[in-house]
């Protein structure tokens, strides 16, 4: 692949906001979740990391989701992921049958607590 995943945080409030661009793949997906479980204290309720800018994942990155997945479960954390219904990454993630461990929500807005979808 060649435009690798950047991740980047968008709002470090006690939820934590944050994006994933590019494409997310063997090449890169452990630096990319060793990069998204440093940028959220132990002290933060949680993540929501939107995925909709996010052209390509691959079982590497699916993978890597899934153990952030554990990891903020075992902190106490809820993560909370933002893909737009049909999109490409969102359809990688439901046929991997990972949807409902990933806690999908289309929108960010969806996402954040306190809101109809949160």
């Known amino acids: 692949m060649n435009d690798a995943a950047r991740f980047e945080v968008v709002d470090p409030g006690d939820v934590i906001r944050a994006r994933l661009r590019g494409e997310l793949d ?7 979740g060793t990069s998204i479980a440093a940028a959220v204290p132990n002290d ?27 990891r903020f479960g075992w902190h106490g954390q809820k993560l909370t992921f933002v893909a737009a219904p ?33």
């Open 86 to 118: 049909g999109s490409p990454v969102r359809r990688v993630i439901e046929l991997a049958g990972a949807g409902d461990a990933f806690g999908l929500e289309a929108s960010a807005e969806e996402a954040l607590p306190g809101s109809d979808g949160g």
């Open 26 to 32: 063997m090449s890169n997906a452990h630096q990319v």
């Open 44 to 70: 933060a309720s949680g993540l929501v990391l939107d995925l909709t800018e996010l052209s390509f994942i691959d079982s590497a990155g699916i993978r890597t989701l899934l153990s952030l997945v554990g």
